[in-house]
């Protein structure tokens, strides 16, 4: 069952001989100061074996976006060795040795692309360093290629595993001076690249962590309360201890509350049921009888919330995120004035594979397996509700994650695994696997919002003022998690006269990231309205976006913070988005095509996770239904693709996402109470519903940045802003089901 990240004052490297004569390099990047929480170690293991065989750890999990193939890949082409010669496996937790690993926020590659480069470029050098001194020849003279050396002068080679040994006994070089490759010398990095584990994927060999066997492992399920805070006071306890299989039953009085908003360090209020199989303790939990206590997230619903927001708008804001000029002075002067109201539900994340986890308890000590985006996250929640030192709990990040998209950032089921592990004790593996219903009324979800608009413009048809009031979630003038809207959301900066404000109502139910967080939702209402606007200035969408954009060439913020001592990425960049802009409105012939009554195009743009993307949907609408035919997408993701292959599903996966969002999605509440539970109410995109999707790259000289989450923001307006074209119907709250007139 064992499946297979503060930091020193410098820059490091460690060989040593490993049995057989091959190499072992362990290599560590420190800063110039002691680690804090937010910077760590960067580390990786390369092996090299007397047969010249190679083996590459991935430090970061594999949640479906590749980087367990990616990261090595970058090690690969540093260390110049051909990738049929790699064989990769996964890190296991260890943040002392490689720094931070958890994955999330397309920051994985951003993160890592120059630390895994030296250190593959560190070992090239340990190999060619070993092979001159052997040679007695200087090292300018040696070349790499397929993991062998060579003096041409000589006619001389070897291979980096006959040179293992040797290369074990050199002095670590510097790895911030380590002489990287010129990119035009690439040979892996770039190139289509099949995921490692694929073989195995498609013949359904064991790796993900429902998968988990041992012996004698249990299993469980978990009812919980079915409002968030909610407490249990009695149940049928003796009746479902009688049933078959079972084997405990256990009561969980629940540790959470208004400081833990995301379970991060609590549990829930509920009843575990272990039995020796799955299927048993399901049937067991389906007799159970319990009533419970609701408590004041008890009286929340989406009509409340709805009447609410309402009325909020008809206020002036309870506080102010930000304000340019004087908007209000220049919406009396404008030509034109537009005003709107949109809105966006919550949304759960529904991962295919449902949230589960592994564990064990015995002499004190637990150990875990769990599907995690956070392996020391996970380890850290246990440790505070167990009180149990870290030093005593073992987690095993699976193999792979049967989809992350931020929910798998939180580290609630593998808290409750340890929690009924404990409770049943002796060593014995518990598996806590969760239904569907379980999934999609216990997630931590994303949050709904309403936003009131106003905007105006000149008699040029020019955006002079525009005001967003937000009526969001949270207390006391501060947003609950993943509420809150940044004072630089665009088009902050690009308008003279503008402001954001906010009021804000009471949540007792927790909300988490969902896939390109916060953008997933502001896209939507920012977009959609701003082609609201750019119709009624009489001018074509594209035309209107590449004149707004022209006003400014770079935002003064960078939309995300420096993390782990890496440099603070990008901001948001008007010409890199006037280029993508172009780019899909060439591919798609936007402007160029004459198409049948009730089709039409519709354009969108977001910046999101230092990623610049353009979509251009078509759909086929009528009177009351949706039909999209096509996406054309293109992102400026900076100077390298590492994984093509990669990086084109990783933006189709996400387009397929957001339509499927927008199609049908939503969570609503009643009482409390979550009103969906599977996929009959929550459904997700059908096979037979997926357009295609044709995905370009712009390639810039900008540092190279994740995809998979910011191909996801563009969406929802783009699709919203077809559907205005094709019909004239402009629809303003998601999704674009039959509530909002659409039969899909």
Same mark, same amino acid.
């Given at each position: 069952?064992?499946? @297979? ?23 560590? +990047? ?117 993991? =062998? ?101 256990? =009561? ?32 067991? @939990? ?170 105006? +413009? ?26 809150? +809207? ?81 440099? @603070? ?10 280029? =993508? ?49 096509? =996406? ?113």
């Amino acid at each position: 069952m064992h499946l @297979r990240n503060d930091q020193s004052r410098r820059s490091f490297l460690k060989a040593s001989a490993v049995t057989g004569g091959g190499l072992m390099l362990t290599f560590n +990047l420190g800063t110039a100061k002691a680690a804090t929480a937010t910077e760590a170690n960067i580390g990786a293991f390369v092996r090299i074996a007397p047969d010249n065989t190679f083996v590459i750890m991935a430090k970061s999990v594999d949640i479906g976006q590749g980087v367990k193939t990616s990261l090595p890949m970058i090690i690969a082409d540093e260390l110049d060795v051909d990738w049929s010669q790699v064989k990769v496996e996964l890190a296991p937790l260890d943040t002392e040795k490689f720094g931070a690993q958890n994955v999330g926020g397309s920051t994985t590659i951003p993160r890592n692309w120059d630390n895994m480069r030296r250190v593959g470029a560190a070992a090239r050098q340990m190999i060619v360093s070993a092979a001159a001194k052997m040679w007695k020849v200087p090292e300018g003279e040696l070349t790499t290629g397929s993991g =062998v050396v060579t003096h041409a002068a000589s006619n001389r080679k070897a291979t980096y595993g006959e040179l293992a040994s040797k290369a074990a006994a050199q002095t670590a070089p510097d790895l911030k001076t380590v002489k990287l490759k010129d990119p035009k010398d690439f040979k892996i990095i770039g190139k289509p690249t099949r995921d490692v584990d694929a073989p195995k994927i498609v013949v359904g060999q064991p790796l993900y962590g429902i998968d988990v066997q041992a012996p004698g492992m249990l299993a469980a399920t978990f009812e919980r309360s079915p409002v968030f805070g909610g407490k249990l006071v009695k149940a049928n306890i003796d009746e479902i201890r009688a049933m078959p299989g079972v084997r405990k039953v256990v =009561v969980v009085e629940g540790i959470t509350g208004k400081g833990d908003p995301a379970r991060q360090n609590g549990i829930e209020a509920g009843v575990a049921i272990v039995a020796d199989t799955w299927w048993q303790a399901q049937t067991a @939990r389906r007799k159970l009888r319990v009533e419970w206590k609701d408590g004041p997230t008890g009286l929340q619903s989406n009509a409340n919330w709805e009447k609410t927001a309402l009325e909020f708008a008809k206020k002036e804001p309870q506080f102010n995120i930000r304000k340019d000029g004087d908007p209000d002075a220049t919406f009396k002067g404008a030509a034109k004035v537009i005003e709107a109201t949109y809105s966006y539900p919550f949304l759960a994340h529904a991962t295919m594979e449902p949230m589960n986890s592994t564990a064990s308890f015995n002499n004190g000590k637990f150990e875990v397996w769990t599907p995690t985006q956070n392996a020391a996250a996970a380890r850290t929640s246990i440790s505070k509700v167990m009180g149990i030192d870290e030093k005593d709990i073992l987690v095993h990040p699976t193999q792979r994650s049967g989809g992350g998209f931020g929910r798998r950032a939180q580290p609630d089921p593998a808290v409750e695994a340890a929690w009924i592990a404990r409770e049943v004790g002796n060593g014995t593996p518990v598996k806590l696997v969760w239904s569907r219903e379980d999934d999609i009324r216990h997630d931590n979800y994303r949050p709904a919002g309403y936003h009131h608009f106003k905007a105006g +413009l000149d008699a040029q048809g020019k955006l002079i003022a525009l005001t967003d009031h937000f009526v969001s979630f949270g207390e006391n003038g501060k947003f609950a998690p993943m509420c809150q +809207l940044g004072d630089n959301i665009f088009p902050a900066e690009f308008v003279p006269n503008l402001s954001y404000g906010a009021s804000l109502m009471q949540l007792g139910t927790p909300m988490g990231p969902l896939r390109a967080p916060g953008s997933n939702a502001l896209s939507f209402v920012f977009m959609s309205f701003l082609d609201e606007v750019a119709q009624a200035s009489g001018r074509d969408p594209l035309q209107f976006h590449m004149d707004l954009l022209a006003e400014k060439r770079v935002a003064a913020k960078a939309a995300a913070p420096a993390a782990n001592g890496q440099p @603070r990425p990008p901001g948001f960049d008007a010409e890199r988005m006037r280029g =993508v802009l172009q780019l899909v409105a060439d591919k798609s012939g936007w402007g160029k095509r004459t198409m049948p009554k009730g089709t039409a195009l519709g354009m969108a743009y977001y910046f999101s996770h230092a990623g610049h993307l353009a979509h251009v949907i078509e759909v086929t609408a009528g009177k009351d239904e949706v039909k999209v035919n096509k =996406v054309w997408v293109a992102g400026d993701i900076g100077s390298q693709i590492v994984n093509p292959i990669m990086a084109e599903s990783q933006v189709q996966g996400a387009v397929l996402d957001g339509i499927g969002q927008a199609l049908g999605q939503q969570v609503t509440f009643a009482n409390g109470r979550v009103q969906q539970g599977n996929f009959d109410d929550f459904p997700l995109l059908r096979m037979n519903e997926a357009p295609p999707v044709e995905v370009h790259f712009n390639i810039t000289g900008n540092p190279p940045s994740g995809i998979g989450e910011p191909a996801l923001p563009p969406v929802h307006p783009a699709l919203a802003n077809a559907i205005f074209a094709a019909t004239g119907k402009r629809v303003r709250s998601l999704p674009f089901n039959k509530a909002a007139g659409f039969a899909v």
